[in-house]
């Protein structure tokens, strides 16, 4: 039981003072969520209170069954891009269907992921390398903040492509909205003001380091307050200033999405690309989290409960939600214990929904664009595009790719790319494992690459290592390699594969090697293997190729060339110790 439900773990052990940190961490996570569920609603082209709704039954959900002490799920930025960008395709903004494709989007991926944690298949997200996933993030966040300056102007300028969106911006800048500019610019102002320097001053001024942090983490809700306060006292929304307008007070009542097939089947693939991003984005920030407290997570269950979350999202009336990076580091820091304190934020944000939606409808929407762009240039990672740039050309292309169609096609093509770009480079690198001439090292028995090592070789051994597993990718690759290697060295009359780095062979590299050591034979050349690991012997040692190998299984290299070359072996044994590494 407490494997599926991890909340009996932790509350058995639950105290008074786990109590008081978890609930101090809910007030902080709390006064930071209001605002941006606001504004994530928006951002999926929702109506405000549905980002309320997806605050409240998906953290009690994963209070339930998620493995994360610190994790906080809820709308974020990615994700109602992602759903802007899916539903806008089906229904027009503002009608009841963009709605229920939403809140069906949100069933559906969530359907998605429970059945993926049911079946344990969290090692799916290793598919998504960072290079593309952290590319993908830096280009939705770059359109998101682009998206958002119409906000900030006061002009409409549709569009889910970064050259729609500043069309759209240039055609339209002379509709300016002087007012919205003045509200939006001062939020924006203001906000990245509290989020650079604020806590900096706060210090400064005496201000403990705790204090200081919440009254940080309070910026948006007094940035509300004060552009709410100056479009409601000054009458700006009769001047053209966008307000949030009336929010419906009261709690969702649990309900079924819209049940038609053709709409299921067209938000299909872009339900999956968000629960693939979705999960991508909880683990890494779960395991982050957790490995800080020496603590440890269930990624099949983190599918799980993610799951959970998103059909209860759907459920009660949400949209598409997942773990938060910057919600979950203030969780973290504020002292969050356990689980508990995301079920405290959602009682917290039920209590909102119920008694403060009717002061929130003079809110400027340019509040909310701010809210939005501060929040997410933190997740713009320019330091990690040179990182890749220096160390791997073939991933940065990929991160370029999905960089570039995320911008210019839209987030569904660069999520997509992304994905198939990553599969795509792991084939490729396994088809082409690294294959290394091996020698040995001078006073041991160590055998080591002739290209990196001083070595001793002899001449008519041919000693290789192979650097991966052998499976169907990669089966005629050795193949072409050893026979090419023959061909070109008539002295040859022995070849020992060292396994030692073989974790794992198919069928398909069975019957290679089946060939390869027939092949060998008619040229005269025995086929030896060396350092063989244990589940590879097992598997070999159900088909006929160690029946019909030509040469010997040796334990070790060392053993393979004292059978096969004995006095090269000692004499080198016997030898002073080197320097191996060349130059």
Known sequence: MRRYFPILEWLAVYDKPTFGADLLAALIVTIMLIPQSLAYALLAGLPAEVGLYASIAPLLL??????????AV???AVVSLMTAAAVGQIAAQGTAEYLGAAIAMAVLSGLMLLGMGLLRLGFIANFLSHPVISGFISASAVLIAVGQLPGILGIAAPGHTLVAVVTGILSGISGLNPFTLLLGGFALGFLWWARTRLKAVLLRAGVRP?????????????????????????????HGVAVVGDIPTGLPMPALPPLDPALWQAILLPAALISLVGYVETVSVAQTLAAKRRQRIDPDQELVALGAANIGAGLSGGFPVTGGFARSV???DAGAQT??????TALAMALATLFLTPLLSHLPKATL???IIVAVLGLVDLAAIRRVWASNRADFAAMAVTILLTLLVGVEAGIAAGVALSILLHLYRTSQPHVAVIGQVQGTEHFRNVRRHTVTTVPDVLALRIDEAL???NARFLEDTLLGAIAEDKAIRHVVLNCVAVNDIDSSAVESLEAINTRLHDAGVQLHLAEVKGPVMDRLLRTHLLHDLTGTVYLTMYDAMLALAPKAARDCR???RCETAKP
């Open 369 to 371: 664009a701010a809210t």
């Open 62 to 71: 994963y209070a339930v069954f998620g493995t994360s002490r610190t994790l």
């Open 471 to 473: 499976y169907f990718p």
């Open 574 to 576: 016997a030898l002073p």
């Open 74 to 76: 809820g709308p974020v």
């Open 339 to 344: 689980p508990a304190a995301g079920a405290f």
């Open 330 to 332: 203030v969780n973290f």
């Open 210 to 238: 705790g204090l200081a942090t919440v009254i940080v983490r309070a910026a948006p809700v007094l940035a509300v307050a004060l552009t709410t306060l100056a479009t409601w006292g000054f009458g700006l929304a009769a």
